[in-house]
């Protein structure tokens, strides 16, 4: 078992920490901009490791769920630009991270204190639930202006998560979505003032962390509802 907080990648250089409230496992995303690299994308597998561990080594069904937080008015700015395009296996670890998140063993919650931009809106999607600052921030696609396709698996992803209006807009426009108009969109389940998303985001996650005692059977639920949603993007989804 972990002694939590968990620094990671390590305690002399870390841009994330795994801790520990009562039921809920708390990851603290807290890079500059929360760019996705490998080492990055990395130190979130080895986060959803620890928690997996600590939900399988359980002798009874508990409440559990996770939930994860940007910092400032970041939540994260989506991938590493120069290095998804200069270290080939890069896409494959990121995409990676969005398949064990969406289909993760316990309820998952991202508490989106600040802009969600491309990678990081994909990250926010595959939570099962999303909470959203009200007063500052937007969620966002921007391939369509840097310009840069989506891989299936990420489209796949979106499909699963938005009406074909929604995808639309998001994806052929770049629109940038307020909080008003994530949650109209539903895109995200609340919207709340900066300084209550995280509050809000772990009321949420307790609030569904009863479903973790359903074992094995939280995850099978997911891997059928994503399977069959994705089922021809899976490839790419899978590493």
Same mark, same amino acid.
């Given at each position: 078992?972990?002694?939590? *907080?968990?620094?990671?990648?390590?305690?002399? &250089?870390?841009?994330?920490?795994?801790?520990?409230?009562?039921?809920? #496992?708390?990851?603290? +995303?807290?890079?500059?901009?929360?760019? #996705?690299?490998?080492?990055?994308? $990395?130190?979130?597998?080895?986060?959803?490791?620890?928690?997996?561990?600590?939900?399988?080594?359980?002798?009874? *069904?508990?409440?559990?769920? +996770?939930?994860?937080?940007?910092?400032?008015?970041?939540?994260?700015?989506?991938?590493?630009?120069?290095?998804?395009?200069?270290?080939? *296996? #890069?896409?494959?670890?990121?995409?990676?991270?969005?398949?064990? =998140?969406?289909? #993760?063993?316990?309820?998952?919650?991202?508490?989106?204190?600040? &802009?969600?931009?491309?990678?990081?809106?994909? +990250?926010?999607?595959? &939570?099962?639930?999303?909470?959203?600052?009200?007063?500052?921030?937007?969620?966002?696609?921007?391939?369509?202006? +840097?310009?840069?396709?989506?891989? *299936?698996?990420?489209?796949?992803?979106?499909?699963?998560?938005?009406?074909?209006?929604?995808?639309?807009?998001?994806?052929?426009?770049?629109?940038?979505?307020?909080? $008003?108009?994530?949650?109209? $969109?539903?895109?995200?389940? !609340?919207?709340?003032?900066?300084?209550?998303?995280?509050?809000?985001?772990?009321?949420?996650?307790?609030?569904?962390?009863?479903?973790?005692?359903?074992? !094995?059977?939280?995850? $099978? =639920?997911?891997?059928?509802?994503?399977?069959?949603?994705?089922?021809?993007?899976?490839?790419?989804?899978?590493?």
């Amino acid at each position: 078992m972990s002694a939590f *907080p968990v620094a990671l990648p390590s305690k002399e &250089h870390h841009s994330m920490t795994l801790s520990k409230e009562g039921p809920l #496992f708390i990851l603290h +995303l807290h890079d500059k901009d929360n760019r #996705f690299n490998t080492e990055f994308c $990395q130190s979130i597998l080895k986060a959803l490791q620890i928690v997996e561990d600590a939900f399988v080594s359980s002798e009874d *069904p508990v409440d559990m769920a +996770l939930v994860t937080l940007g910092n400032d008015k970041i939540y994260s700015n989506g991938l590493d630009l120069m290095h998804a395009l200069s270290y080939g *296996p #890069f896409m494959d670890i990121y995409l990676t991270v969005l398949r064990r =998140l969406v289909t #993760f063993c316990i309820p998952t919650v991202a508490a989106i204190n600040g &802009h969600a931009f491309a990678g990081g809106c994909m +990250l926010a999607l595959a &939570h099962d639930y999303r909470v959203m600052r009200s007063d500052r921030g937007y969620m966002c696609m921007n391939e369509v202006d +840097l310009p840069s396709p989506l891989a *299936p698996g990420m489209a796949g992803l979106l499909r699963y998560k938005m009406s074909p209006k929604t995808y639309r807009d998001m994806v052929l426009q770049g629109h940038r979505f307020t909080a $008003q108009e994530a949650l109209d $969109q539903e895109l995200v389940d !609340i919207i709340c003032p900066g300084d209550q998303v995280f509050d809000k985001a772990k009321e949420l996650a307790l609030k569904w962390a009863p479903k973790a005692k359903s074992g !094995i059977v939280y995850k $099978q =639920l997911k891997d059928e509802v994503t399977t069959f949603t994705l089922i021809e993007d899976c490839d790419c989804l899978t590493p």
